[in-house]
């Protein structure tokens, strides 16, 4: 699909910086993309604005993924994350959500949360792989068009 872009990346390939401005144009895109109910540009700015952290992956100097987190007192939450469809199964969301989780230790968080659909087994299968628990269901929790899903609720306990 692109050009000399070798899969999966080698080591060391993919870098992690923080998201800022220029990049919302990619992180839109990469959402609308990948996901049945995505954001626009100005949630994304939003959390650029206010007390998220907000990460991309480079990998031949472009946005591949991005990821976003938040705190508050000592709970997180791992708000957004997306891969573009190109790099999906090559480690970007595990290096990115490795890192969110990272920095929500570092910032003393006793847990985190997320939500995640139903139907996507793939990102079930990566956070119960780092340490993620199924706590619950919401019921139709995602607006997919004409229908909905529901989500499923996970949180991971720090030591």
């Excluded at 990619?26 to 907000?54: H, K, Q």
């Excluded at 000592?74 to 957004?80: A, C, K, M, Q, R």
């Excluded at 989780?101 to 990566?126: D, F, M």
Aim: hydrophobic share 40%.
């Amino acid at each position: 699909m692109y050009p000399g872009i070798e899969f999966p990346p080698k080591r060391g390939e993919i870098n992690i910086r923080l998201m800022n401005s220029v990049d919302l144009d990619a992180v839109t895109a990469i959402e609308r993309d990948s996901s049945p109910s995505p954001w626009n540009r100005s949630l994304f700015a939003g959390c650029l604005s206010a007390s998220y952290f907000c990460l991309v992956a480079i990998a031949d100097n472009k946005v591949i993924a991005f990821g976003i987190s938040s705190l508050v007192i000592d709970e997180g939450t791992i708000v957004n994350i997306g891969v573009e469809v190109a790099y999906q199964g090559y480690g970007c969301g595990n290096k990115v959500l490795r890192r969110l989780l990272e920095n929500l230790a570092n910032e003393n968080a006793s847990k985190v949360y997320l939500e995640v659909r139903v139907s996507n087994q793939t990102a079930i299968r990566l956070y119960r792989r780092v340490g993620f628990t199924q706590t619950g269901v919401r019921k139709d929790y995602y607006s997919l068009g004409h229908t909905r899903e529901d989500a499923v609720l996970m949180e991971k306990k720090f030591l």
